[in-house]
């Protein structure tokens, strides 16, 4: 089972809305979660990270916050433009192996004007 | 500065047919991963460098998967025997050390027909 779930799999908003995506991982012991933005035909660009002491985090239009309590992160994007249509990919490592990363499947965000 | 490179973009090969994927990290990056990506899944972890410590090749599918690096720079993920469930793209990261971001080069798309 993998231990990086992503919710939903795929939604379509209209320029100028807000959208949330949801994470929610198992991995254990948590060192740090990432939020990912993959364009279609190119590699994952680095949006956030968190350790375990961040609760929020803002990239520009793009917030991240994380509950490591309830292991749970969402992806906040306000204002959305047709270039923020992507695969947002859910990430997250664990103490004492931080290079090895549990990706999720991805929210895959289409955004039409 | 240049980012990751990856080559080729695209490789289409015949079943049983060996194939050589290349990736040129980030001068000076110590750490490079190479990852595979499957239509609608997450990037599973196929292998880790760390400049002269050995590999972790703890993600590798199966015997017919290999790697290997040139110092700290260029690296080659060998598939032999290519079967169908090897097509996918792959990816290659580096970093400057194992915990540091990384950055993702933009995959080789590898069809096996």
Request: charge should be neutral; charged fraction near 20%.
């Amino acid at each position: 089972k993998n231990q990086v779930e992503q919710s939903p799999q795929s939604l379509i908003i209209l320029e100028g809305k807000n959208c949330t995506l949801q994470c929610n991982y198992t991995v254990s012991p948590f060192s740090n979660l990432r939020w990912y933005k993959q364009d279609t035909g190119r590699g994952p660009v680095s949006l956030t990270i968190m350790t375990f002491s961040e609760n929020t985090k803002s990239n520009g239009r793009y917030t991240a916050t994380l509950d490591a309590d309830t292991k749970q992160s969402s992806l906040h994007i306000t204002a959305s433009q047709l270039s923020d249509s992507a695969s947002y990919i859910c990430v997250v490592s664990a103490l004492w192996n931080d290079y090895k990363l549990s990706f999720g499947a991805g929210t895959t965000v289409t955004v039409r004007a | 500065g240049a980012g990751v490179s990856q080559s080729p973009s695209n490789k289409v090969t015949e079943k049983g047919k060996d194939v050589e994927l290349r990736c040129d990290p980030i001068s000076g990056h110590t750490a490079l991963y190479w990852y595979r990506q499957r239509l609608g899944q997450g990037l599973e972890f196929l292998i880790y460098f760390q400049g002269n410590s050995a590999p972790d090749k703890s993600g590798l599918p199966s015997d017919r998967f290999s790697a290997e690096r040139t110092g700290e720079s260029v690296s080659t993920l060998t598939i032999q025997r290519t079967q169908q469930e090897d097509s996918a793209v792959y990816l290659c990261a580096s970093s400057l050390d194992g915990w540091y971001e990384q950055y993702f080069g933009p995959g080789t798309r590898l069809t096996v027909t």
